[in-house]
């Protein structure tokens, strides 16, 4: 039978219930929320099934809400079905006091690199990971430069004038 | 300096004469590797018996600038991702904005954008293909074939002014209709580069030498591909047909008639023969693209981008003339438009394999989040495997058929 | 300047063949007499070695140079050498990361003298378009650089200019120079002894 967003959603709900929620169906890609704990299940769940079939992980990112308290980050994996052509989009919360979320390199080996740029990016710890270290900056950098509160530009530089480059004031 | 991957010695054999393996760095800056990343090789003799790659060495942070900068002025971040065929990265941002934004495109924008977009398809091939004939030894081949770079240049520089990192079109269309010259251009390089990429055929494809020396390297199976989320041409090479522009046709692909070349080793020389063909189906695509474009007669040839006032900068005389004209035109350069909060994966087929643009709009001038699937970036990790037992100068030549481009690699 | 025709075959060949004008001295029959600095610096200028180190974008605009089209090889630089200890002049095109800083300021000191540095590309001269904290913002930061050619990418015309300006200075460069007290503080303020 032909998968469509409908009935991936509705095997997800037989076999997880309740636990995955907001589910949204934006421009023509279904996503939804699963909790921290589950994401290897759910994500062993959808490459297993032999209906789903999920098995090919397109991307693995983070984004940074620092306004969701308890929930600030957020990991996103975006699953494709080849065969069927069907988009998922998973999302997974973790704390920002304690980013740990279940690496998926057991299921995608192509999750390796992914995930350590996520690491590198936002300081998410994946639980298991072979070789969590930085991957695109430098190795002795000590803060996560994608995360909200943090520039994008060099601070330790003296010789920019913030005024002539329009960054003295509060347009931002 | 930082010395990011550090390999263990292998112990050998204890009759061999080397006790362990060498460990020889094949740095950032090295002739062969045409990019700067960083390969960490574990050798016995000239065998390679494990690799650790670095990358990093040009991340120029494209999504820490992107939460910055409007959506016009992230164009110019997504031609330096894939520099070879930085269109293809141009129209794809475009096809994400307006998806986002819900703006139709008249199919005759569709298909000049097709026409664009399989032109840097065929740029990207060329230096890749060539730079696979230099590391051979066969330098010749990459200076014939350049010169088709050059007329492919010239077309771009017709269209928008710019040679290499193009900034090419705008959301919902082209700054500015192909003129007359443009056309003209494009006629000529239908015209010559079969002549040209025909004799480099002749010169490679079935050359004993260079067939012994990439057959049988560097293999890639099908399931190793798909585990490492492998997409594009090295895919392709591996037995897998999937092509994003078939899968989901945006920009009116459905439209056009075309094959798509399947290999099935996965070695050099399937991912050498996968790309030549794909040119092939890139100059059918063009000429059928072409014809279709010519169909357009009267005032409908005189379209080029949609009608979409609040992001689209209206002309410059009207701008100067009438006031709506003018507010939108604030409006758009001062990057004040609205966008409808929302997130958006939108994919196109880079010369590498699956470009994405993840964007997530909270509503303000710039984007909240903006993350560029690179194709480049996750395909590297396979090497590691697919280079494990091979020679050393197997190991370059595998390096420089995978296509990989450090811009898009980085980020 | 040569109209010799060989008669029994069309031979094209270049008529129009421009010699490199002699420096101002002294002649005589069997010799010239000029100053050592101007002999050395036309072999020099007329024969450099570029090293080029392509790190992005800019980088597949100098291939475009080397190809046949825009062709560096007739300003004398036909080889192109990787490795530092071979070349005279150091072409950073693209940018520099502050990863890559380390790298790059290697590279520079295992040059030998006379070496000169022509940085290609807005990135590499001033940090380009990526104001950000992985960029080095110029590679004026960790090298001594002789000509910078802005654009990003600069098309190879302005690759070549870059080029021709660094064959002025090299043949004006005086022998003293590289042993020079100035010299020696500039190399001083990057930490280079």
């Avoid at chain 1, 309740?18 to 759910?42: D, F, H, Q, R």
């Avoid at chain 1, 940074?64 to 998973?90: F, M, S």
């Avoid at chain 1, 943090?150 to 003295?168: A, H, V």
């Avoid at chain 3, 090298?143 to 870059?162: Q, T, W």
Wanted: charged share 25%.
């Amino acid at each position: 039978m032909t998968l469509t967003n409908e009935i991936v959603k509705q095997k997800l709900k037989e076999k997880f219930g309740e636990e995955i929620t907001e589910w949204e169906e934006g421009y023509g890609l279904l996503s939804c929320k699963v909790p921290n704990a589950l994401n290897l299940k759910v994500l062993q769940f959808l490459h297993d099934d032999d209906n789903l079939q999920f098995g090919f992980l397109t991307d693995i990112c983070a984004v940074h809400y620092p306004e969701k308290t308890g929930e600030e980050l957020a990991v996103v994996y975006h699953l494709h079905n080849l065969p069927q052509n069907i988009r998922l989009r998973l999302k997974v919360y973790a704390d920002i006091k304690k980013p740990e979320v279940y690496t998926a390199t057991s299921l995608f080996p192509g999750a390796n690199w992914m995930e350590r740029e996520t690491y590198d990016f936002y300081g998410v710890l994946f639980l298991g990971h072979p070789d969590l270290r930085r991957i695109l900056n430098v190795e002795e950098m000590d803060y996560f430069p994608m995360r909200k509160e943090f520039p994008l530009e060099d601070q330790s530089r003296i010789d920019k004038d913030d005024d002539m480059f329009g960054r003295g004031g509060s347009f931002s | 300096m930082s010395e990011t991957a550090v390999t263990q010695h292998i112990p050998l054999a204890s009759d061999s004469l080397q006790k362990e393996t060498t460990t020889m760095n094949l740095g950032p800056t090295h002739p062969a590797t045409h990019g700067v990343f960083q390969n960490i090789l574990e050798l016995s003799g000239e065998k390679i018996l494990n690799a650790e790659q670095t990358v990093g060495y040009i991340h120029r942070a494209f999504e820490k600038l992107a939460e910055r900068r409007p959506l016009y002025q992230i164009t110019t971040l997504t031609d330096r991702l894939n520099y070879c065929s930085s269109p293809i990265n141009n129209m794809g941002w475009h096809l994400t904005c307006e998806k986002l934004l819900g703006v139709k495109t008249p199919k005759r924008v569709d298909y000049l954008r097709v026409i664009i977009m399989e032109l840097a398809r065929m740029s990207d091939h060329i230096i890749c293909n060539s730079i696979v004939g230099v590391d051979t030894g066969a330098f010749t081949g990459f200076l014939y074939v350049m010169q088709y770079r050059e007329l492919i240049y010239e077309i771009y520089e017709e269209v928008c002014g710019s040679r290499l990192t193009t900034n090419m079109g705008r959301i919902g269309g082209f700054e500015r209709n192909f003129n007359d010259i443009a056309f003209q251009k494009l006629e000529k390089f239908i015209a010559e580069f079969p002549a040209g990429w025909q004799e480099f055929e002749n010169l490679f494809n079935r050359s004993r030498i260079f067939m012994e020396r990439t057959q049988g390297g560097g293999p890639l199976s099908a399931e190793m591909a798909l585990k490492y989320s492998v997409t594009g041409p090295n895919l392709r090479a591996a037995g897998v047909d999937y092509d994003v522009r078939v899968a989901q046709p945006y920009s009116s692909y459905e439209d056009f008639d075309f094959k798509i070349p399947v290999g099935t080793t996965g070695d050099n020389y399937d991912r050498f023969m996968v790309r030549n063909g794909e040119m092939w189906e890139s100059l059918s695509i063009i000429k059928q693209a072409y014809q279709k474009v010519q169909e357009f007669k009267g005032t409908e040839a005189d379209v080029f981008h949609a009608d979409a006032p609040e992001y689209y900068l209206p002309e410059k005389k009207d701008v100067y003339t009438k006031m709506e004209a003018l507010i939108w035109h604030f409006k758009i350069v001062m990057g004040e438009i609205e966008i409808p909060k929302g997130e958006v994966y939108h994919a196109v087929e880079g010369g590498n394999g699956e470009l994405g643009f993840y964007l997530i709009s909270d509503g303000g001038r710039t984007p909240y989040r903006l993350h560029f699937r690179r194709p480049c970036f996750i395909y590297y990790q396979v090497y590691k495997e697919i280079v494990k037992g091979s020679m050393l100068s197997d190991a370059i030549v595998t390096l420089s058929s995978l296509n990989l481009i450090a811009g898009e690699m980085d980020a | 300047m040569s109209d010799i025709i060989y008669t029994g075959r069309p031979v094209r060949f270049n008529n129009k063949v421009k010699t490199v004008e002699a420096p101002p001295g002294i002649e005589g029959e069997g010799f010239f007499v000029t100053k050592l600095s101007e002999v050395v610096g036309l072999g020099r200028k007329n024969s450099l070695w570029p090293l080029p180190f392509a790190t992005s974008c800019c980088g597949i605009e100098f291939m475009a140079t080397m190809a046949s089209h825009y062709d560096l090889a007739r300003f004398g630089s036909e080889r192109v050498g990787f490795s530092p200890r071979q070349c005279d002049l150091l072409m950073v095109m693209g940018t520099i990361a502050k990863k890559m800083g380390p790298v790059l300021k290697q590279v520079y000191l295992q040059m030998a003298e006379p070496r000169w540095v022509i940085a290609v590309g807005a990135c590499a001269s001033s940090g380009g378009i990526f104001d950000t904290y992985s960029v080095l913002q110029g590679i004026d930061q960790v090298i001594p650089v002789d000509v910078y050619v802005p654009g990003c990418p600069p098309r190879p015309e302005a690759i070549l200019d870059g080029f021709m300006k660094i064959q002025d200075l090299v043949g004006a460069e005086s022998i003293r120079r590289r042993g020079s007290p100035q010299y020696t503080a500039l190399l001083g303020e990057y930490g280079i002894q």
